[in-house]
């Protein structure tokens, strides 16, 4: 049940220390904030340095700093190619593969291909691809994205809104609980919501991981996407129509299908060991100590590389700077809160590490937290702010997922705004920021994003590119408006004794309630 609502101390907007943290983090000297860089090395310096003059206490112990240890993975073999049957691709071009197994070559010999449809294992929707096959040790090939998107039936999974079935991230690790050695997802542009460009890029490049006790090897050994016209040929090939079997896969009781071929591929990598941080610092609760809400945004972003012969740096101000100094922002305004309106509950305000790269700080954090879970009362993650005029609006990302919703609509109501579902739910955003590592942990969370939203030209033109650079005319009306609102929030969690629930039926809830949450 929600408690009453509270009324918010007025927040003040420090807007010269907003500009100048942003102006920072966000300059040609800091290189990009590449996890594992010099960049880093002065990211994590400077946030360690503001937080202990806002007068916050360290949130690891006695450090601000919390070791993430991670690998840089290299593939090495540019020449890699993938048989399937008496076909063979090329790396790039046809296919992508990669793994997050801490090995130096991984063997695909003689693998029998299986097509699994979506590769989902949801019982709260009555669906299994898996039943009744055993992929151990198989090569599977799998749709992307989820029969809702596929079939737009809001009464198959939620319809056009991606679910987590839906995300790739899954797709390896259900083929892994499967115990599959190798994955390779159909990439189509728009059940994807992104080109082959992309996928070429994350799968031919370094990447990092976090690093567990057995070297990832619980992990799926190859990590793969094929081209649509490849799976084309690969089915045809098996006398199967590939784009008349993708429409049976996406109704219920679908059975997977051996294709009656075997993978063939050997992928070599250059592994480097590492340790990369979050930050993060604490305000003690008057109250209830114990009871933790966490505020955060990553810090990190792309670095620099070298394109058609000179140096690019990106500095990613709006992606995720902006984020950022509004968290240290908040900081500030709730550290000097006193008497009545100084916070009950402790409240955490962190940066994470690798966002960008795998939501990989924020997956150590949920997995090693500094409190229990069941001590952590929500999360709420900033991706990128509004940098411009104010809007009517608060965009909302899920819907019907938590209790915190309705925070987010009583705080607007405050405002004089409105809440706006996503615009593009088919893109699984919800699934792609730091607060859905806690999520899956059962923590309850809140993503507030405004990247490309208010500013047309943003995404084409800056995102993930070496433009999005700080911008000294910028209004920051956006930003006052937003931090207004996610302060009123933090305010009435502070202050009350709920524990925002889980409103529909998913493993993030049966997660909370092994918390008793």
Known sequence: ????????????????????????????????????????????????????????????GKSYLQKVPMAKITPTNPDMQLRIGDMTFKLADDFIARTEQITKQVDVKDSEVVFVGYGINAPEYGWNDYAGIDVKGKTVIVLVNDPGFATQDPNVFKGNAMTYYGRWTYKYEEAARQGAKAVFIVHETAPAAYGWNVVRAGGTSTRYTLVDKND????????????????????????????????????????????????????????????????????????????????????????????????????????????????????????????????????????????????????????????????????????????????????????????LEKYMADAAKKQGRHVNPDPRPQNGLMFRSDHFALAKEGVPGLLFMSLGDTDPDYIPHKYHQGADDYEAGWKLEGVHQDLDLISDVIYKLSHNRDWPKWLEESDFKKRRAQDGR
């Open 216 to 403: 990832n090897m619980s992990k799926v050994g190859i990590m793969g996407w094929i081209q649509h016209d490849v799976a084309q040929k690969v089915f045809a090939k098996a006398g199967i129509d590939f784009d008349q079997i993708k429409h049976t896969a996406e109704k219920p009781g679908f059975k997977a299908m051996p294709l009656h071929m075997t993978a063939n591929l050997t992928l070599k990598n250059h592994i480097e060991r590492a340790e990369s941080h979050n930050v993060a610092g604490l305000l003690r609760g008057t109250k209830y100590p114990d009871e933790w809400i966490v505020m955060q945004a990553h810090w990190d972003h792309l670095g620099k590389e070298m394109v058609d012969g000179k140096e690019v740096i990106y500095n990613g101000a709006v992606d995720n700077a902006s984020g950022v100094a509004g968290v240290l922002d908040l900081a500030r305004n709730f550290k000097a809160l006193a008497g009545e309106d100084a916070p009950e509950r402790s409240v955490l305000f962190a940066s994470f590490t690798a966002e960008e790269t795998g939501l990989i700080g924020a997956q150590y954090f949920a997995e090693n937290p500094p409190v229990p879970t069941k001590q952590i009362v929500s999360l709420l993650n900033i991706d990128g702010m509004n940098m411009g005029q104010g809007v009517d609006y608060i965009l909302r990302y899920g819907d019907g997922v938590s209790e």
């Open 1 to 60: 049940m929600l408690a009453p609502m509270l009324s918010a101390a007025p927040y003040q907007f420090n807007e010269s220390a907003y500009r100048q943290d942003v102006k920072t983090l966000a300059s040609d000297q800091f290189e990009g904030r590449a996890p594992l860089s010099k960049g880093e090395l002065l990211t994590v310096t400077y946030l360690e340095k503001t937080m202990k003059e806002i007068g916050l206490a360290p949130a690891f």
